[in-house]
């Protein structure tokens, strides 16, 4: 891109950092949509910015979450990019609900890292049967015990149950939306979007906060990426996981390539300025997709991190993150590490 184009959408949202960082308003579609046209080297000149906004709103703290999971396979909905959905052979391993001591087992493993949250993740649609519902909630007691705030991601929720999770020490409910609402029909046909927006909401009514978000390079255009982050913004959810596309072998993307570190970089950016006050976590797909590029995380925009294994695939060596946290903490002036750790 010419120069001048360049610093024309630098300078554009330079003029709105004064809403970005006293009033936590947001840039509009078209500076989003704009942003769209930066590459590579471009982006060092907006860094700046959305390391700024990330430090005004959420300070220089990092959160990091762990997930694990619960009850693995036999799902009927047909996520296109999920190693669970049944209608795809991807040889993942099944199993029922785990019991409450094993649970407890990699609770304390997480807690080991430093982890803020700890999140209990079921396939399937929805969980139903009042037996498992009861399970999870002692789950919860079992992770209060720890010191640490239960989370869950037990797909469509009601208002009953939810503010019976609630009552029962859940703190946060994560229900992603996946990817944008023009998008969606390309990558499921068992549900509907509304459904997900819906739970979303169903969540916020309940009292709890609210963690919402999608994979990225799923094979939708930077427009909907924007669509998405718009949508979020919407549902005013109080934190947005971002995925990014790790191809599971059987599945319909399978060969989607997903994206660049430097897409993915300026990804997360366009997310912290539409939502500038906002929980902004990176999640699944992050050795993978940033590679080598994994410290410009925070500079990006983002101010937390899933450490640990994801559902069905490997996560990053903790010793590793213990490094990029270190060194992140050095760079942006923190003395130690364990400062920056919610």
Known sequence: ???????????????????????????????????????????????????????????????????????????????????????????????????????????????????????????????????????????????REEKIAPCASLGFLDVTTAGRYRQAGLKHYHHNLETARSFFSQICTTHDYEQAVTTVKTAKEAGLYVCSGGIMGLGESWAQRVELALTLR??????????????????????????????ALLTIAMFRLVCPASDIRICGGRQRTFRDFQSWLFAAGANGLMVGNYLTTSGRQWQDDQRLLDDWAAFDGVEKKSDILR
Do not use: W
């Open 1 to 143: 891109m010419q120069k001048n184009k360049i610093d024309e959408i630098v300078a554009a949202v330079t003029a709105r950092m004064p809403q970005l960082l006293n009033e936590a308003e947001g840039i509009d579609e078209d500076l989003a949509l704009r942003l769209g046209a930066l590459s590579g080297p471009e982006i060092f000149s907006l860094l700046p910015l959305t390391n700024r906004v990330r430090r005004q709103h959420c300070g220089q703290k990092i959160a990091l979450c762990a997930i694990t999971n619960a009850k693995s396979g036999r799902c009927p909905e047909d996520c296109a990019f999920c190693a669970q959905s049944v209608s795809y052979d991807t040889g993942v391993e099944t199993f029922p609900l785990i019991k409450v001591p094993e649970l407890v087992e990699r609770v304390r493993e997480a807690a080991a890292c430093g982890v803020e949250n700890f999140s209990v993740v079921t396939s399937g649609t929805a969980v139903d049967d009042s037996a498992e519902q009861a399970e999870i909630m002692a789950m919860f007691e079992k992770i």
């Open 234 to 263: 919407e549902l005013q959810v109080d934190s947005i996981p971002l995925n990014f596309l790790q191809p599971v072998s059987g599945t319909p993307l399978e060969d989607q390539p997903g994206l660049t570190p430097f897409q």
